[in-house]
């Protein structure tokens, strides 16, 4: 099966930026939908952004629009989140996944933005 394994993450203070990695192995995701998740503690799960198969199309939750841009290298095998001006809200360990029907979920990658 395919597991997904997110990077990148770490200590930044408010706006910073950080790249964020999503790669996966077992086989290939080119043909599938994605999408970055984060959760912060004591909250659900949410959307941040997702990226169709070729890259053409793409969509930001509202709080991170104008700040991060989503990307993918599918020759590689690896979805991206490039984050720019955090704010400590934007504090969640961040998640990768399919959309629609979801893979496993990995570990994450922890985000803090300190003020």
């Known amino acids: 099966q395919v597991q997904l394994v997110e990077s990148g993450g770490g200590l930044v203070q408010a706006g910073g930026s950080l790249r964020l990695s999503c790669a996966a192995s077992?086989?290939?995701?080119?043909?599938?939908?994605m999408g970055w998740f984060r959760q912060a503690p004591g909250k659900e799960r949410e959307l941040v952004a997702t990226?169709?198969?070729?890259?053409?199309?793409?969509y930001y939750a509202d709080s991170v629009k104008g700040r991060f841009t989503i990307s993918r290298d599918n020759a590689r095998n690896t979805v991206y989140l490039q984050m720019r001006s955090l704010k400590p809200e934007d504090t969640a360990v961040y998640y990768c996944n399919r959309r629609g029907v979801s893979l496993n979920w990995g570990q994450g990658t922890q985000v803090t933005v300190s003020s």
């Open positions: 077992g086989r290939t995701f080119s043909n599938y939908n």
């Open positions: 990226i169709n198969w070729s890259g053409s199309d793409t």
